[in-house]
Nanobody, 126 residues
Framework: QVHLEESGGGLVQAGGSLRLSCAAS????????MGWFRQAPGKEREFVGA????????YYTDSVKGRFTISRDDAKNTVYLQMNSLKPEDTAVYYC???????????????????WGQGTQVTVSS
């Protein structure tokens, strides 16, 4: 059974930073690409960014490019989302997810992810 658990969310002022963590268990973590998604109130869940299984390639949606950074530590079975220069529009529940197939490049489509965390709330005040 694969389990993903996010942490690190909270309340921060605009311009501030947060680092989210996603701890994984139940699967050979180092073989799987990982992604971050978010869902704002009243909106559909959207892709934020992803990292390939090697950790060498990342991809971000345009609205977070240059502000967010995804990294992974395979020794700790953890993927991170470093969020800088936060804006009120970044307010959402953030989810990490694991790609269904191993040894994949970064993946944007939700239906290619099979395991999801429970989410962590990020609130950015203006």
């Amino acid at each position: 059974q694969v389990h993903l658990e996010e942490s690190g969310g909270g309340l921060v002022q605009a311009g501030g930073s947060l680092r989210l963590s996603c701890a994984a268990s139940g699967r050979t973590f180092s073989s799987y690409a990982m992604g971050w998604f978010r869902q704002a109130p009243g909106k559909e869940r959207e892709f934020v960014g992803a990292i390939d299984w090697t950790g060498r390639r990342t991809y971000y949606t345009d609205s977070v490019k240059g502000r967010f950074t995804i990294s992974r530590d395979d020794a700790k079975n953890t993927v991170y989302l470093q969020m800088n220069s936060l804006k009120p529009e970044d307010t959402a529940v953030y989810y990490c997810a694991s790609v269904r197939a191993p040894l994949r490049d970064y993946v944007k489509r939700e239906d290619e992810y099979d395991y999801w965390g429970q989410g962590t709330q990020v609130t950015v005040s203006s």
